[in-house]
């Protein structure tokens, strides 16, 4: 999926590339975020990360017979890296980016930091990032943005303190802004009926777009 505003080319050397959580291109918010993040005047670039084949937004209401196990098996980490890779590749050489920027939720949080150390990623903003650990946040090597949830099963508490004193103890530039009353997902899948919800959905776009407007 490919969206930007047009007649603004000054900024195509400029490119964000829009890692997804495990539901992928499928769901209405991914598509509708990256609109938004294409209306601040970057072309964003958005990978289908699991080949026609994401989690069915059913399983987050609960679902009991998808097996997520075994859906991990078939989108492994490396494969997942393989298709940020070439994305990276033609963002570079088919579009001539020069500056390439990328937001990740939930597993794309993961994902975005593995490629900040020279591997094409230049600037990064992550919310609620899954299973994001110790070496990888050692390994980032640019601008990185965290936008966190009070309530995450995943960026636990211990885990989001241990995260920010990795990144100071890095000297990284970067930013880590935590919301309360909100749950993991809630930078893409905000329960908007809950004030706290809402209000971290918006206030964590526009922590990304500050973020790649000052450092991109
Ligand atoms: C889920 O998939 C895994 C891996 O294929 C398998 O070992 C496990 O038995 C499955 N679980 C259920 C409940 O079917
Ligand atoms: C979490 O990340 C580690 C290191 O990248 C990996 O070995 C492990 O399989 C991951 N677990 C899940 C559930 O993705
Ligand atoms: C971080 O900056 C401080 C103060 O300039 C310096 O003492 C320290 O060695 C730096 N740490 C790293 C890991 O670069
Ligand atoms: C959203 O929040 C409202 C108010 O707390 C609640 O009634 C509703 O069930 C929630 N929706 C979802 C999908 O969780």
């Known amino acids: 999926m490919f969206a930007r505003r047009t007649d603004q080319e000054r900024q195509w050397s400029k490119i964000i590339i829009?890692?997804?959580?495990?539901?992928?291109?499928?769901?209405?918010?991914?598509?509708?975020?990256?609109d938004h993040i294409a209306k601040a005047n970057y072309p964003v670039i958005v990978p289908d990360l699991f080949a026609g084949d994401p989690v069915p937004?059913?399983?987050?209401?609960?679902?009991?017979?998808?097996?997520?196990?075994?859906?991990?098996?078939?989108?492994?980490?490396?494969?997942?890296?393989?298709?940020?890779?070439?994305?990276?590749?033609?963002?570079?050489?088919?579009?001539?980016?020069?500056?390439?920027?990328?937001v990740g939720y939930c597993l794309g949080g993961k994902h975005v930091p593995r490629f900040m150390a020279s591997k094409g990623i230049d600037v990064g903003f992550i919310a609620?990032?899954?299973?994001?650990?110790?070496d990888e946040i050692l390994a980032i090597g640019g601008p990185i943005s965290l936008a966190t949830a009070q309530f995450d099963g995943s960026l636990t508490q211990s885990l989001r303190?241990?995260?920010?004193?990795?990144?100071?103890?890095?000297?990284?530039?970067?930013?880590?802004?935590?919301y309360s009353g909100a749950n993991h997902g809630f930078g893409v899948r905000a329960n908007v009926s809950v004030p706290q919800e809402k209000?971290?959905?918006?206030?964590?776009?526009?922590?990304?777009?500050?973020?790649?407007?000052?450092?991109?």
């Open 18 to 34: 829009f890692v997804t959580d495990i539901y992928g291109i499928a769901i209405p918010n991914s598509k509708l975020l990256a």
């Open 57 to 102: 937004v059913s399983v987050s209401e609960g679902s009991p017979v998808f097996n997520m196990t075994e859906w991990r098996l078939r989108h492994p980490i490396d494969a997942i890296d393989a298709i940020v890779a070439s994305t990276i590749a033609y963002v570079q050489s088919e579009l001539g980016g020069k500056r390439i920027g990328a």
């Open 128 to 134: 609620h990032p899954s299973n994001l650990t110790t």
């Open 161 to 178: 303190r241990a995260a920010v004193d990795t990144l100071e103890s890095m000297n990284a530039t970067f930013q880590a802004s935590l």
């Open 199 to 216: 209000y971290a959905k918006a206030a964590a776009y526009a922590q990304a777009v500050q973020w790649f407007d000052a450092w991109l």
